[in-house]
């Protein structure tokens, strides 16, 4: 069932803190908030973006450093300050013609629990809060953070011959 869902993977959407970091924030003196991200994270982002995959990154932050990190792997569709990710979520499928069935979406707390059972999969790091995890389809292995993007978004990929590590490793 789990390997179907993989294989049927259309697009992709995903928070961002707790699920691209490990969900601290650090604050400086001037107020600004600073996330670490994983660069492999990264890795698997823009390949999935260069592979022609829709991808939609919904946050509650409004973090413009969030924004460039992200449009920097060409993501375009970044959507910074929701409140309501389900109604962002639907237009963002109108707009593409895509349906809920056709995503698979990584999320890690309550504010993704709505979007999260409405979509065709959902996934979820391993330290995401127990609500998630009960109606996630899958449970990484990894933490936010830690590779848990590239863990699920690596195992789509190679699934649909998308992931070319081997074309990566000749042009080197």
């Not at 789990?2 to 601290?24: C, M």
Request: glycine share 10%; proline share 2%; aromatic share 6%.
């Amino acid at each position: 069932m789990l390997f179907e869902k993989l294989k049927s993977v259309k697009a992709f959407a995903l928070d961002v803190d707790g699920v691209l970091t490990d969900g601290l924030v650090l604050v400086n003196e001037e107020g600004h908030q600073l996330r670490r991200f994983n660069i492999r994270d990264g890795y698997a982002l823009q390949l999935a973006v260069k592979k022609g995959f829709p991808l939609l990154v919904i946050t509650g932050g409004q973090s413009e450093g969030v924004r460039k990190r992200l449009a920097g792997l060409g993501i375009k569709d970044i959507e910074l300050g929701v409140s309501d990710k389900v109604a962002v979520f639907k237009n963002w499928l109108t707009k593409l013609e895509l349906h809920p069935e056709d995503v698979l979406y990584i999320g890690d707390d309550i504010p993704d629990l709505e979007v999260m059972k409405i979509v065709g999969l959902a996934a979820c790091p391993n330290d995401a809060a127990e609500e998630i995890k009960a109606i996630a389809h899958y449970i990484g292995a990894k933490n936010g953070g830690e590779g848990v993007v590239r863990e699920i978004m690596e195992k789509v990929l190679k699934l649909q011959g998308a992931w070319d590590a081997d074309q990566y490793i000749k042009s080197v």
